[in-house]
């Protein structure tokens, strides 16, 4: 059984920073594609970046040149640095493995998530 735990969230003020962290147990990460995902009040669950299991990286387009996606296959950690953070970034945040798009909000495995919310 995969097990995710997620942690770095917080309340920080508009252009500010933040550093999510999420480790994983129950499967072989390294060959894994990993993602983070985020779930804000009254919306759906979306994608937010994935990496590959070769460290190729995509991102929604309302975080492209923001926030960066990383991995330590020597850890199971599969990390997202936030910068310039504004309150649309609000939200929920989940790590996962790299769900299909049209399945995210069918999936129900996920962790517990980080709280991040941005406001002055």
């Known amino acids: 059984q995969v097990r995710l735990v997620e942690s770095g969230g917080g309340l920080v003020q508009p252009g500010g920073s933040l550093r999510l962290s999420c480790t994983a147990s129950g499967i072989i990460f390294r060959i894994t594609p990993w993602a983070w995902y985020r779930q804000a009040p009254g919306n759906e669950r979306e994608l937010v970046a994935s990496i590959t299991n070769g460290g190729s990286t995509n991102y929604a387009d309302s975080v492209k040149g923001r926030f960066t996606i990383s991995r330590d296959n020597a850890k199971n950690t599969v990390n997202l640095q936030m910068n310039s953070l504004i309150p649309d970034d609000t939200a929920v945040y989940y790590c996962?493995?790299?769900?299909?798009?049209?399945?995210?909000?069918?999936?129900?495995?996920w962790g517990q998530g980080t709280q991040v919310t941005v406001s002055s």
């Open positions: 996962n493995v790299q769900i299909p798009s049209m399945l995210i909000t069918s999936y129900n495995d």
